[in-house]
């Protein structure tokens, strides 16, 4: 049950994003990028290649950023943006906390 939760709240923050209209406001925008990110982190970590793709291109890193970004400017009005930058924000951090600590570092408190 709590998997098909899981689900369904992805969705809808899937639907929220793709609707998103460019003059939503601040903290709707911060709410959606909240509810984006588990979604995203997951992704990130099933497919840890997204966040290195060396070995995925065929392009040289250059043209596949700029590929990349003109792609997101075109899919994506400014609100949109905004809020896959804020989820990836916090997708990262959470992934970073999700992380076993390395030798090297001292434990938080």
Same mark, same amino acid.
């Given at each position: ?5 899981? !689900? +369904?709240?992805?969705? #809808? +923050?899937? @639907? /929220? ?7 939503? /406001? ?7 990028? !909240? ?5 995203? @982190? #997951?992704?990130? #970590? ?9 070995? &995925?291109?065929? #392009?040289?890193?250059?043209?596949? &950023? ?7 400017? !075109?899919?994506?009005?400014? +609100? ?6 804020? +989820?990836?924000?916090? @997708? ?18």
């Amino acid at each position: 049950m709590t998997c098909h939760m899981v !689900e +369904a709240d992805t969705d #809808k +923050a899937k @639907a /929220e994003l793709d609707a998103l209209s460019p003059d939503v /406001e601040e903290n709707q925008r911060q709410d959606l990028a !909240e509810r984006y990110a588990p979604m995203l @982190a #997951k992704t990130l #970590k099933d497919y840890p290649w997204l966040r290195d793709p060396k070995g &995925h291109v065929t #392009k040289s890193a250059g043209v596949t &950023h700029a590929t990349m970004i003109e792609s997101v400017q !075109e899919l994506y009005n400014p +609100a949109q943006r905004d809020v896959i930058t804020r +989820a990836s924000i916090i @997708a990262d951090s959470l992934l970073r906390a999700a992380e076993p600590p390395t030798p090297d570092q001292k434990p938080t408190t």
